[in-house]
T-cell receptor
Framework: AQTVTQSQPEMSVQEAETVTLSCTYD???????LFWYKQPPSRQMILVIR??????QNATENRFSVNFQKAAKSFSLKISDSQLGDTAMYFC??????????FGKGTRLSVIA | KAGVTQTPRYLIKTRGQQVTLSCSPI?????VSWYQQTPGQGLQFLFE???????NKGNFPGRFSGRQFSNSRSEMNVSTLELGDSALYLC????????????FGPGTRLTVL
């Protein structure tokens, strides 16, 4: 069974600073996908970034990038130049294709002005 | 394209009643998944539908059921409501089941009194 672990329940960062959210996962599948989703206080879940496990290159989307360490089964999210609008719950998720999307418990990020 | 829509957005029911929630996926998306989100359990998978067929089902009692129509719209039903069913129910759609990125709706907030 797939598992996803987010060890940081809450984090805070000053506006314009950089923050890294941690995620580890466990899967027996060789082909899988990893995601970071953001859920602002309004509750709409939004995709932040997606990584295919077979790709060695780390995914990047503007200020958001990941550090994908396949051997260590680690998938951390780095947010650069943090903005007030980044305040949200961040969920790490894993999908192997044969099993449904599995989410971590989430990290509540607060960006402080 | 319009995003995933869910109706109703808020619902208050009493124990023992039943409820039906509706989800309209993004146009062209044929896969719909449902999740239950609670503060204690986080995001838990309920079921996944593709082309009117249930592909996967989470570990929920038989009181939880769902279906998908030929236009890809989906409904989920909870019968004999319990207090513990109070949660945010999220629907997500994707072009194909699993591995494809899922796009989430705003959710239906169900309160059981």
């Amino acid at each position: 069974a797939q598992t996803v672990t987010q060890s940081q329940p809450e984090m805070s960062v000053q506006e314009a600073e950089t923050v890294t959210l941690s995620c580890t996962y466990d899967t027996s599948e060789s082909n899988y996908y990893l995601f970071w989703y953001k859920q602002p206080p309004s509750r709409q879940m939004i995709l932040v970034i997606r990584q295919e496990a077979y790709k060695q290159q780390n995914a990047t989307e503007n200020r958001f990038s990941v550090n994908f360490q396949k051997a260590a089964k680690s998938f951390s999210l780095k947010i650069s130049d943090s903005q007030l609008g980044d305040t949200a719950m961040y969920f790490c998720a894993s999908d192997s294709g044969n099993t449904p999307l599995v989410f971590g418990k989430g990290t509540r990020l607060s960006v402080i002005a | 394209k319009a995003g995933v829509t869910q109706t109703p957005r808020y619902l208050i029911k009493t124990r023992g009643q039943q409820v039906t929630l509706s989800c309209s996926p993004i146009s062209g998306h044929r896969s719909v998944s449902w999740y239950q989100q609670t503060p204690g359990q986080g995001l838990q998978f309920l079921f996944e539908y593709f082309s009117e067929t249930q592909r996967n089902k989470g570990n929920f009692p038989g009181r939880f059921s769902g279906r998908q129509f030929s236009n890809s719209r989906s409904e989920m039903n909870v019968s004999t409501l319990e207090l513990g069913d109070s949660a945010l129910y999220l629907c997500a759609s994707s072009e194909r089941p699993s591995t494809d990125t899922q796009y989430f709706g705003p959710g239906t907030r169900l309160t059981v009194l």
